[in-house]
Every structure is written in structure tokens, then in C-alpha cells.
């Protein structure tokens, strides 16, 4: 089975800190995702790697950053979180190719004072 | 860009009852996926069923089947014999058959969470 983990599945910081969200994957996916999730929103896409040291920005990356040094790996990074950064944020993973399903983590629900 | 769309915030069916959740899309494409998931409250996001768009017959994984239409971009889910382990927050997504990497992000609707009464 494939598992995607994220290091929280709670975090409350303040304004200000930088935040650091993690997601491994186990199954050698070339391609990893962060979204977010919001009420009436549904899922948008932060940001997204296809490969080690590789990644597009997505949607809504303003105020985000990524890192992803191994494979198996993506990080998501608020370099100054805003209380209007607060919200479930969901990691995914897939083989590369459109036709693949992608796997997704259990969410980190960030709060930010 | 594409946008998906799904009108109904909230569903509730009565248990074994069957109930239609609507998605419409928009997009330019001819060739792409669509998805139905399915986030149980506190559970990770899973997929229920998946559609070609190139394929004209209706997805079904047991109880759960699919409306396909690909002229009007509509795509709704149909469940069956609805139990209480399907009340969940249910997303439709597309996903384009470009193999650019940005295309292979998928576009998820709004979300309609589903109740199911005992």
C-alpha cells in the first residue's frame, strides 16, 4: 500500500514563525503536491515537484516556498506565516504520467495566531 | 484554465437509499481525467472512481457508478445502497492528459459533504 505521512497533524504557530510542513512518501513517486483546504474552496494546489530539486508553482504560492532534496520528500515552507495562512494543507504523491492516481497524506491543520 | 464546479454544499440520503452527487467542468481539452474522492471525516482523502474522457462507457467500482457527459461537461456520482460508512466530504477533480508538469495537478470542485441517515 502506498503511504504518504505528514510530520502534524495538528500545528498552531504564531505570526511571524517560519513553519515547516513535511511529507514523505514510501512507494518512489516522481511526482509530489501541496494543496490546501478550505471551506467552499475545495483543494488548490500550492505548489508541485516532479522530480528531485524540480518544482512548478501552482495556483496560490504566494507566501510558500518548497524544498525537496530526496525522492521521497517534499517540504512546504511559510517563510512568514500570516493568520490568513491558517487551513488544512494535504500532501500528495503519484507516479509520473497523467494517468496515475495521486495518494494523499492525512493533512496538517495549521493554525496561525 | 479549467474550472469544476459542484452546486450542492450539502446531500443527505436516507441509509440504502441511493443518491447523486452533480459535478460540471469547464475546459478546452478533448483529452483528460476526471475523479471523484472522498475525504471520511478525520481520514485521509481516497479515490473513488476515475473516468477517461476518451472512453464512453460510465465508470463503476461496486456501489458507485458514474454519469458521464462529456458534451454537456457534466459528471456525477451515483451511489448505491447508500451505507453509513459513505458519509464523507466528497470531491470531484480533473486532471488534463498533457504530460507538461503543471497539467498533471488536479482541479478539485468545492466539495459536497454527504449525510447519511440511519
Known amino acids: 500500500d502506498v503511504k504518504v505521512t505528514q510530520s502534524s497533524r495538528y500545528l498552531v504557530k504564531r505570526t511571524g514563525e517560519k513553519v515547516f510542513l513535511e511529507c514523505v512518501q514510501d512507494?518512489?513517486?516522481?511526482?509530489m503536491f501541496w494543496y490546501r483546504q478550505d471551506p467552499g474552496l475545495g483543494l488548490r494546489l500550492i505548489y508541485f515537484?516532479?522530480?528531485?530539486?524540480?518544482?512548478e508553482k501552482g495556483d496560490i504560492p504566494e507566501g510558500y516556498s518548497v524544498s525537496r532534496e530526496k525522492k521521497e520528500r517534499f517540504s512546504l515552507i511559510l517563510e512568514s506565516a500570516s493568520t490568513n495562512q491558517t487551513s488544512m494543507y494535504l500532501c500528495?504523491?503519484?507516479?509520473?504520467?497523467?494517468?496515475?492516481?495521486?495518494?494523499f497524506g492525512p493533512g496538517t491543520r495549521l493554525t496561525v495566531t | 484554465a479549467q474550472t469544476v464546479t459542484q452546486s450542492q454544499p450539502e446531500m443527505s440520503v436516507q441509509e440504502a437509499e441511493t443518491v447523486t452527487l452533480s459535478c460540471t467542468y469547464d475546459?478546452?481539452?478533448?483529452?483528460?481525467?476526471l475523479f471523484w474522492y472522498k475525504q471520511p471525516p478525520s481520514r485521509q482523502m481516497i479515490l473513488v472512481i476515475r473516468?477517461?474522457?476518451?472512453?464512453?462507457q460510465n465508470a463503476t467500482e461496486n456501489r458507485f457508478s458514474v454519469n458521464f457527459q462529456k458534451a454537456a461537461k457534466s459528471f456525477s456520482l451515483k451511489i448505491s445502497d447508500s451505507q453509513l460508512g459513505d458519509a464523507a466530504m466528497y470531491f470531484c477533480?480533473?486532471?488534463?492528459?498533457?504530460?507538461?508538469?503543471?497539467?498533471?495537478?488536479?482541479?478539485f470542485g468545492q466539495g459536497t459533504r454527504l449525510t447519511i441517515n440511519p
Open positions: 475546459t478546452s481539452e478533448s483529452d483528460y481525467y
Open positions: 515537484s516532479y522530480d528531485v530539486k524540480m518544482k
Open positions: 512507494m518512489d513517486h516522481e511526482n
Open positions: 473516468q477517461e474522457a476518451y472512453k464512453q
Open positions: 477533480a480533473y486532471r488534463s492528459a498533457s504530460r507538461r508538469g503543471g497539467a498533471q495537478k488536479l482541479v
Open positions: 500528495a504523491s503519484s507516479l509520473g504520467g497523467t494517468v496515475y492516481e495521486q495518494y
